[in-house]
């Protein structure tokens, strides 16, 4: 059973870069033909996906968060890793990471497997 697990700080400073860590356990990150994904919901808002990387190490981005966004990988450590830079309050949500065989889908069910959520709060 493939499980994930977000984790991170819970609150950022405005102007900083939020970093966040999925780690992945039950399979790996380099299976064909998962793509693992960074998905977030703002409080009162819909599902936002952010962005992916592919079981071959590609990268994809939103188009309106590329400019702030960078997701990598450690294949040894079996973990994907987010960071949004030059946050804002309005970054403040609960961030998901998913997997499915494809990216860029906003709707839940189109995922195989999520991890629990973690809250990230922007505020000085």
């Known amino acids: 059973q493939v499980q994930l697990q977000e984790s991170g700080p819970g609150l950022v400073k405005p102007s900083q870069t939020l970093s966040l860590t999925c780690t992945v356990s039950?399979?790996?990150?380099?299976?064909?033909?998962?793509?693992w994904s960074w998905i977030r919901q703002p409080p009162g808002k819909g599902l936002e996906w952010m962005g992916a990387?592919?079981?071959?190490?590609?990268?994809y981005y939103s188009p309106s968060l590329k400019s702030r966004t960078s997701i990598s990988r450690d294949t040894s450590k079996n973990q994907i890793t987010l960071q949004l830079s030059s946050v804002t309050p309005e970054d403040t949500a609960v961030y998901y990471c998913a997997a499915e065989v494809g990216y860029g889908s906003s709707w839940a069910g189109d995922y195989d497997y999520w991890g629990q959520g973690t809250q990230v709060t922007v505020s000085s």
């Open positions: 039950g399979g790996s990150i380099t299976t064909n033909f998962y793509y």
């Open positions: 990387i592919a079981y071959s190490g590609s990268t």
